[in-house]
């Protein structure tokens, strides 16, 4: 009922508000006997963390994270690992203003419609600070993965209207949003740093592309690989759209330009974004997420109270420009965590069949 907990076999429960004294994950169904330690993890959150650039935020959020359980000398035991990431730097009196306010395009009115009582400090569990929970479960998830020689990789595709126009994967570690076109990359600091000059916020695209997934992978019919992908991104915070392959532009082609042809030697094109019938093709996965702006602007807006009654809003406090670079690492790790949970549902039947 209460949606905190994701998966069917890899079983990821995440916990903790932004200014509470900590976050976590809870993760069940790992296998016994793979090598993890907290290091692994570590590296995915240093991605995830804000204060790297001036356009995010200058929050200075440790990201520390410890296992708790599961793990014994070294290697995971197959029982729940629990990660711990303490909440620091935490400056709650940023929130006062907000505490009888609702800030537009957040989770504030919602969450009061729902549970009738919301925590205001950072915005609570609609904290894009939750995401670090995810991102330390994911890094878990891409270890198994690698074993498996799937690889995870998200990418810019677009940033406040600026768009990749080339695609060389390799160019992309050479800028800070992991954008394959060096040329937009340069347009796309520009257009953050006049958005923030102007108290504004800007939204974006990321493309995750998967390679070495196995034919096979998703469970027909209401677990497709795609409807799983789909809903475990728009669960992140600010995704508002998901494509697989060319999405919404398949509309627009013909079938004869949309299909993929098969030969001897495989697949003669990719617009399935390696996935048919909800199964995986083989083929590299080509995903998108379409990131809304970051709804804290600096910006006068006009709002309501909790008794309705009309407030002019500014907004203070430290808040990102945009999701994007920060959100990349948070979409790779639910990427993660779908593609485990299927693997294991794979293996079980197949296992199955052949045991
Ligand atoms: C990594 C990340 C960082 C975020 N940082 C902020 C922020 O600094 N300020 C803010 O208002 N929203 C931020 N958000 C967005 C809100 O969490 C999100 O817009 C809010 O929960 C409302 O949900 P919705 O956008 O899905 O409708 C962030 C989201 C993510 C994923």
Known sequence: MSGNTTGVLFRVTTWGESHGPALGAVIDGCPPLME???????????RRKPGQAKASSPRKEGDRVEILAGIFEGKTT??????IIWNRDVRSGDYDALRNVFRPGHGDYTYVQKYSIRDHRGGGRASGRETAARVAAGAVARKILAREGIMVRAYTLALGGVRAET?????ARQNRFNCPDPVAAVKMEAALKKAQKAGDTLGGIVEIIVQG?????GAPVFDKLDADLAKALMGVGTVKGVEIGPGFAAAGMTGSQCNDPLLPSGFAANHAGGILAGIASGQDLVIRAAC???PSVAREQDTVDVNGKPVKLTIGGRHDVSVIPRILPVCEAMVCLVLVDHLLRQRAIVGFLSG
Not at 37 to 46: F, G, M, P, R, S
Not at 78 to 83: A, D, Q, R, V
């Open 213 to 217: 997934c196995p034919a096979g992978l």
């Open 292 to 294: 809304k702006p970051i």
């Open 36 to 46: 993890l330690a907290a290091a692994d993890i570590q590296t995915e959150l240093e």
């Open 78 to 83: 197959g029982t729940p690992i629990s990660l």
């Open 167 to 171: 695609g060389i994967i390799a160019e």
